[in-house]
Protein backbone atom coordinates (compact mmCIF):
# COMPACT_ATOMS: atom_id res chain seq x y z
CA UNK A 1 0.00 0.00 0.00
CA UNK A 2 1.71 3.48 -0.87
CA UNK A 3 -0.21 6.93 0.45
CA UNK A 4 0.67 9.90 -1.48
CA UNK A 5 0.64 13.76 -0.88
CA UNK A 6 1.31 16.36 -3.74
CA UNK A 7 2.10 20.01 -2.61
CA UNK A 8 3.89 22.81 -4.46
CA UNK A 9 0.83 24.03 -6.52
CA UNK A 10 0.03 27.95 -7.18
CA UNK A 11 -0.66 30.98 -8.85
CA UNK A 12 2.07 32.08 -11.22
CA UNK A 13 2.80 34.26 -14.06
CA UNK A 14 3.77 32.76 -17.42
CA UNK A 15 7.43 32.06 -17.62
CA UNK A 16 7.84 31.27 -14.08
CA UNK A 17 9.05 27.84 -12.69
CA UNK A 18 7.28 25.32 -9.93
CA UNK A 19 8.89 22.55 -8.45
CA UNK A 20 5.40 20.05 -7.38
CA UNK A 21 6.60 17.56 -4.68
CA UNK A 22 4.86 14.30 -4.09
CA UNK A 23 5.42 12.38 -0.46
CA UNK A 24 5.11 8.49 -0.28
CA UNK A 25 4.41 6.46 2.74
CA UNK A 26 4.70 2.92 2.68
CA UNK A 27 8.20 0.70 2.91
CA UNK A 28 8.27 -0.76 -0.65
CA UNK A 29 8.11 2.81 -2.09
CA UNK A 30 10.92 2.14 -4.30
CA UNK A 31 10.17 -0.72 -5.78
CA UNK A 32 7.32 1.60 -7.94
CA UNK A 33 7.32 3.58 -11.00
CA UNK A 34 5.87 7.01 -10.41
CA UNK A 35 4.18 9.45 -12.85
CA UNK A 36 2.85 12.74 -12.85
CA UNK A 37 -0.77 13.31 -14.38
CA UNK A 38 -2.55 16.34 -14.93
CA UNK A 39 -6.17 17.61 -15.20
CA UNK A 40 -7.99 20.71 -16.81
CA UNK A 41 -11.54 21.26 -16.38
CA UNK A 42 -13.49 19.58 -18.91
CA UNK A 43 -10.63 17.75 -19.73
CA UNK A 44 -9.65 13.84 -19.32
CA UNK A 45 -6.32 13.05 -17.40
CA UNK A 46 -3.03 13.20 -19.02
CA UNK A 47 0.19 11.68 -18.85
CA UNK A 48 2.97 14.30 -17.77
CA UNK A 49 5.61 12.00 -17.42
CA UNK A 50 6.93 8.94 -15.24
CA UNK A 51 10.22 7.49 -13.42
CA UNK A 52 11.12 3.78 -13.00
CA UNK A 53 11.49 2.92 -9.62
CA UNK A 54 15.91 3.33 -9.73
CA UNK A 55 15.71 6.20 -11.51
CA UNK A 56 17.34 5.38 -14.60
CA UNK A 57 14.56 6.06 -16.67
CA UNK A 58 12.02 8.43 -17.71
CA UNK A 59 9.39 9.61 -19.51
CA UNK A 60 7.76 12.62 -20.93
CA UNK A 61 4.25 13.72 -22.63
CA UNK A 62 5.88 14.94 -25.84
CA UNK A 63 4.33 18.77 -25.03
CA UNK A 64 6.26 18.74 -21.98
CA UNK A 65 9.47 17.01 -22.46
CA UNK A 66 12.09 20.07 -22.89
CA UNK A 67 10.22 21.93 -19.93
CA UNK A 68 9.38 19.22 -17.31
CA UNK A 69 11.84 17.36 -15.15
CA UNK A 70 10.67 14.31 -13.24
CA UNK A 71 12.94 13.27 -10.13
CA UNK A 72 12.93 11.28 -7.22
CA UNK A 73 14.39 10.19 -4.14
CA UNK A 74 13.83 6.52 -2.77
CA UNK A 75 15.53 7.48 0.76
CA UNK A 76 13.53 10.34 1.39
CA UNK A 77 10.46 8.83 -0.90
CA UNK A 78 9.90 11.68 -2.83
CA UNK A 79 9.25 11.93 -5.91
CA UNK A 80 9.04 15.73 -7.85
CA UNK A 81 8.24 17.10 -11.30
CA UNK A 82 10.18 20.85 -11.61
CA UNK A 83 7.95 22.49 -14.41
CA UNK A 84 9.83 25.94 -15.84
CA UNK A 85 8.50 28.21 -18.85
CA UNK A 86 5.11 27.70 -17.70
CA UNK A 87 2.00 28.31 -20.02
CA UNK A 88 -1.49 29.22 -19.59
CA UNK A 89 -2.26 25.96 -20.84
CA UNK A 90 -0.42 24.13 -18.15
CA UNK A 91 -2.77 25.29 -16.03
CA UNK A 92 -4.55 22.31 -14.28
CA UNK A 93 -4.74 20.12 -10.96
CA UNK A 94 -1.24 18.02 -10.97
CA UNK A 95 -1.62 14.09 -9.32
CA UNK A 96 1.06 12.08 -8.74
CA UNK A 97 0.33 8.27 -8.99
CA UNK A 98 2.13 4.85 -8.34
CA UNK A 99 2.66 1.78 -10.61
CA UNK A 100 2.42 -1.44 -9.24
CA UNK A 101 5.93 -3.41 -10.86
CA UNK A 102 3.64 -6.15 -12.84
CA UNK A 103 1.99 -3.01 -14.81
CA UNK A 104 4.03 -2.34 -17.84
CA UNK A 105 6.26 0.70 -17.69
CA UNK A 106 5.41 1.66 -21.40
CA UNK A 107 1.63 1.97 -20.37
CA UNK A 108 1.36 5.28 -20.31
CA UNK A 109 -2.35 5.46 -19.34
CA UNK A 110 -3.90 6.26 -16.03
CA UNK A 111 -5.76 2.95 -15.52
CA UNK A 112 -2.26 1.23 -15.27
CA UNK A 113 -1.41 3.49 -12.58
CA UNK A 114 -3.16 1.78 -8.81
CA UNK A 115 -2.06 4.97 -5.99
CA UNK A 116 -2.77 8.20 -6.56
CA UNK A 117 -2.56 11.71 -4.39
CA UNK A 118 -5.69 14.34 -4.07
CA UNK A 119 -4.26 16.60 -6.38
CA UNK A 120 -1.98 20.28 -6.23
CA UNK A 121 -3.81 23.18 -8.18
CA UNK A 122 -0.99 24.75 -10.65
CA UNK A 123 -2.60 27.75 -12.39
CA UNK A 124 -0.41 29.98 -14.79
CA UNK A 125 -1.75 33.50 -15.61
CA UNK A 126 -0.64 35.10 -18.91
Known amino acids: QVQLVESGGGLVQAGASLRLSCAAS????????MGWFRQAPGKEREFVAA????????NYATSMKDRFTISRDNAQNMVYLQMNSLKPEDTAVYYC???????????????????WGQGTQVTVSS
Open 97 to 115: AAKRPESSWYNLQPTSYTY
Open 51 to 58: IQWSGSST
Open 26 to 33: GRTFSIYA
